[in-house]
């Protein structure tokens, strides 16, 4: 590194702005050293970027606070929200995040007890000349002091977050060794404060499982703690509107993640491979077989390598049902608030007046039987407006005044009475597999660093624009730049080889960032960015509008 960053940007002092490119690499800052990697080309332009890295000594944490794995990601989140806070000026910009404890670029924490802070600079000037004396008093002032002052968090405070961090594993681990798919701790918080503030609703009523369905785990921290438990197969949420339904559907959809101390879903957790599904009319689908429900359209169009620039609500839906699995989903989470309900239910009375053979589609209800037996998927679907799906399910959960009953019982007594309806499908088989074309998703062609979120709704990659409103685990703007770049990287490393599956392809992902590889892979000195799971990078995959894919034999 070199020495004395403050005399040299005093000496900048009016020179023309295209000058701070010269103080590019690394500089020593007191206990750290900066990294200026980036430059911006003009004052308007987005901010620079620079890293504060301290090295163990100088960042000075307990050992303990960095033990293992989950702490570390705790303990980063903590440390850039506390950045964040300690910010005077807006000309610092560091990514602190939002409820959830995600692996992000804007602070590590190293298993040797290193630390990094990644984020914006707005370089100053005066018009198009560098403030070389302003920018002095940022970089070697401003921006050690709220490192520093982030870096001097109380033990207590830690000690929340790691904590919990040892907790949320432990949890994870029983409720998968007890063979649940998700659960929900008595005391969670899980209405939000509205849809465009996630923090908890704290005048919210807390959940109780009923007696029927509670299990009891015993944390490292918390000690016992006691929850509703759900299990593999089909669970059915019912209920009147307004009951609370979509909310705890929504926590579990986001209880695939982890929860910052304080949100309310602290201790709710699913299946880190649950998939949220819904229609999404307009789409694009690319070679996806959904013969299964889909077959015999008027069109004549074949469905088992069914492709359309505009997909119907129902089509959309089963399209999503047939990727999310292809990617590796053990559960599914419907709500009927976004389903299409032709793909959900056909009834009795429809099926005397609209024959089988004149109907392309086959419903979820006769097809999530075998989804959980014969595959291991389980279904978790809230549906308040039909019954058809009580003779299917393996539990039912009553919603009242955002409180759960359990109501099984009740519903397999008025399922025992037959409706008349006919079963209309013999069982699922898992689609084939499916093999990208790499031209289709070339990173070369599309030049370096195009990839560009626009918040959670969607990417722009290369030339093309896809959009991700509806994909709704993406829960952070930075986790869309993060897909991106996952998929440049598959791209660039040649796992996209026009002979894996999509599934190789996201199992060499999930690899490479196991074991680390989130640096070199995500170029995460470049950019604020998030670490996604593999179902958000399929989702992602899955609507772009260039994608061209073969089925394996
Ligand atoms: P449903 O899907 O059954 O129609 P929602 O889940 O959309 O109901 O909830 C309806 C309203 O009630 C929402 O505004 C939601 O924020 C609120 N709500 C949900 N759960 C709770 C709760 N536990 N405490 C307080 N308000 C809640
Ligand atoms: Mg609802």
Redesign the pocket.
């Known amino acids: 590194p070199r020495h004395d960053l403050s005399n040299e940007l005093t000496a900048l002092e009016g020179t023309s702005y295209g000058r701070y490119k010269s103080l590019r690499g690394k500089w020593w800052a007191g206990p750290a050293i900066l990294d200026i990697s980036r430059v911006q080309s003009d004052p308007y332009a987005p901010p620079s970027r620079v890293a504060l890295e301290f090295d163990a000594e100088a960042a000075d944490l307990l050992e303990d606070w960095y033990a293992t794995p989950e702490r570390r990601r705790a303990l980063a989140v903590l440390l850039a929200k506390r950045f964040r806070k300690a910010c005077p000026t807006r000309d610092l910009r560091i990514d602190g995040g939002g409820q959830e404890i995600l692996r992000r670029a804007s602070c590590t924490v190293g298993a040797d007890g290193s630390v990094v802070f990644r984020l914006g600079a707005q370089f100053p000037g005066h018009g198009r000349r560098i403030a070389g004396r302003q920018a002095a008093r940022l970089l070697c002032e401003i921006l050690p002091d709220v490192a520093d002052e982030a870096l001097s968090v109380p033990e207590d405070d830690v000690l929340v977050w790691t904590r919990h961090a040892d907790d949320v594993k432990a949890l994870r681990e029983s409720v998968a060794a007890a063979g649940l798919v998700a659960f929900v701790a008595d005391g969670s918080?899980?209405?939000?404060r509205s849809g465009v503030d996630q923090r908890p609703?704290e005048?919210?009523?807390?959940?109780k499982s009923p007696d029927s369905l509670a299990v009891e785990f015993e944390l490292p921290h918390a000690g016992a703690v006691r929850g509703m438990g759900i299990g593999p197969g089909v669970t059915l949420i019912v209920?009147?509107?307004?009951?609370?339904?979509?909310?705890?559907l929504?926590a579990l959809e986001s209880g695939v993640w982890d929860h910052i101390p304080g949100d309310g879903r602290d201790l709710v957790v699913a299946d880190r491979s649950a998939v949220k599904i819904r229609a999404e009319d307009g789409r694009a689908v690319t070679g996806v077989d959904v013969h299964a429900f889909v077959d015999h359209l008027p069109s004549g169009d074949d469905t088992r390598h069914f492709t359309t620039e505009n997909a119907s609500g129902s089509t959309s839906q089963a399209a999503a049902v047939v990727e999310a699995l292809e990617a590796g989903a053990k559960a599914l989470l419907i709500?009927e608030?976004t389903a299409a309900t032709n793909l959900m239910i056909r009834d009795a009375r429809m099926q005397e007046l609209v024959a089988k053979d004149r109907e392309p589609l086959t419903p979820l209800v006769d097809l999530v039987r075998s989804m959980a037996d014969e595959h291991g998927v389980a279904t978790i679907l809230?549906m308040?407006g039909s019954g058809d799906y009580m003779d299917v399910a393996d539990r039912v959960i009553l919603?009242d005044a955002?409180r759960p009953e359990d109501v099984t019982e009740r519903a397999k007594a008025l399922a025992a009475k037959p409706t008349g309806r006919q079963v209309e499908a013999e069982g699922f088989r898992m689609p084939r597999a499916r093999v990208i074309d790499p031209r289709s998703v070339s990173s070369e062609s599309r030049g370096k660093q195009k990839i560009k979120a626009g918040g959670t709704d969607g990417l722009r990659f290369g030339e093309s624009d896809v959009d991700v409103r509806s994909v709704e685990q993406i829960t952070d703007p930075a986790m869309t730049t993060g897909i991106g770049l996952a998929i440049e990287a598959a791209a660039r490393h040649g796992w996209i080889d026009g002979e894996s599956t999509v599934a190789e392809v996201l199992d060499r992902l999930d690899e490479a960032l196991d074991a680390g590889g989130e640096e070199e892979l995500l170029r995460i000195r470049d950019i604020d960015l998030a670490v996604p799971r593999r179902h958000e990078v399929a989702a992602t995959l899955n609507r772009m509008r260039e994608l061209r894919v073969r089925q394996s034999e």
């Open positions: 918080m899980l209405a939000r609703l005048s919210g009523v807390p959940f209920g009147g509107g307004f009951h609370g339904k979509s909310t705890l929504r709500d608030d809230v308040g919603m955002y």
